[in-house]
Every structure is written in structure tokens, then in C-alpha cells.
């Protein structure tokens, strides 16, 4: 099951008023590119493109966390039975399925990195997963972003960019351009789209 475009535009919402920040149009611009990359390759829905990058971190609806908005968004959306918005939550932080992408505190109970890592190892990413990772990768809260200006950027700030991570987002990029036939940032207006 899946939200609407309204119920997701509303969930955002309701989760900004409980912790407030960029976040909130960092997800906005997320889901605009998706939707904007979906429709340009033609092989996945817009919709639910929009929706997927318009909740891939509502987990920070609970506060300041790093690692644990994963965790928070996963439960949060299957409690309300949205099992694939749950599994984005999880996904787009892991292009490699794997621990050593997070780039962050491991901010979580014992509890909560045993689900993140067993929902981890049994999931099976599809082109929604991967077209997330690449729209998180560009999306800034004012606007979309050079992709590697902005992993240099979470560089910066966090001190390290796992290789592997870095060459998995060239590679995405790579990817949906390559369906798309023209360029990522001519699809999801790069120079002109604000949120």
C-alpha cells in the first residue's frame, strides 16, 4: 500500500512541525527529481516516485538522529502499512546494502541496528531504491545540486565519503541517464527549480 501524493505532502508536513530544518525541502527537492527522472526514463511511475522521495527521511519526524532516522522512518511507515515507503526510509542510505555506506553517528539502540541490519540483508532493491539513492545524493534543501559537489560537500562536514558509496551514485547518475537519454541535470531542472 501506498500513501497518496496528498497523505504523503501531509505526512511531511506534520513531521517538519515536530522537528523542524532543512530536511523538509531536502525531501521536497528529492521527490520533484524523482519525479522528474521517472517520467523522462518511462519505466517507473512518477507518483510514486514523488511520493518514495518525498518520505525517504521522515524518520526525522523524531528528532535530531543520524543512523536512527533510519530506523525511525522503517517503523514509522510500516506501522502505517506503507511497506515500500518503509523500505525506501531503509535503502536510501545503504546504496551497497551495507553498514560501511553510512555516512554518520550509529545513533541507535542494539535493537534498532539489529533491524536495520536484518531488513538490510533480506530486501530486494529494485529501480525505485536505487532512483532515491541518486535523488538524495542531489538534492540540497535550496535547490538541486552537483552530485559530487554535494558528496564532497557530506565529505566536508563528516570527514569521510565511502569510495564505494561515492562510485555507486556516479554510477546511478550514469544509469538513469543512460534511460533517459539526456543528462540528470537537464531532467530535474538543476539551474532553475527551487522548492
Not at 506503507?82 to 560501511?100: G, P, R, V
Not at 562510485?167 to 533517459?180: H, T
Request: glycine letters at 8%.
Amino acid at each position: 500500500m501506498m500513501p497518496t501524493r496528498e497523505e504523503a505532502e501531509k505526512l511531511l508536513k506534520e513531521a517538519e512541525l515536530c522537528n523542524p530544518g532543512p530536511w523538509g525541502n531536502h525531501s521536497r527537492v528529492a521527490a520533484h527529481c524523482a519525479e522528474k527522472i521517472a517520467a523522462a526514463c518511462g519505466c517507473l511511475d512518477p507518483d510514486t516516485a514523488y511520493i518514495l522521495g518525498l518520505l525517504h527521511d521522515i524518520g526525522r519526524k523524531f528528532g535530531v538522529r543520524h543512523l536512527g532516522h533510519v530506523s525511525d522512518g522503517y517503523s514509522y511507515m510500516r506501522s502505517l502499512g506503507y511497506d515500500k515507503a518503509a523500505q525506501i526510509c531503509l535503502t536510501h542510505s545503504f546504496n551497497n546494502q551495507s553498514l560501511n555506506d553510512y555516512i554518520g553517528k550509529f545513533d541507535t539502540t542494539d535493537d534498532e541496528l539489529e533491524m536495520i541490519t536484518s531488513a538490510l540483508a533480506s530486501v530486494s532493491m529494485d529501480d525505485y531504491d536505487r532512483l532515491i539513492q541518486l535523488c538524495d545524493a542531489l538534492a540540497g534543501s535550496t535547490g538541486v545540486l552537483n552530485i559530487e559537489e554535494r558528496m564532497s560537500d557530506v565529505r566536508r562536514r563528516y570527514g569521510y565519503y565511502p569510495k564505494d558509496k561515492w562510485d555507486s551514485n556516479i554510477r546511478l547518475k550514469a544509469y538513469f541517464e543512460e534511460q533517459a537519454g539526456k543528462s540528470i541535470y537537464e531532467i530535474v531542472e538543476k539551474d532553475t527549480y527551487r522548492p
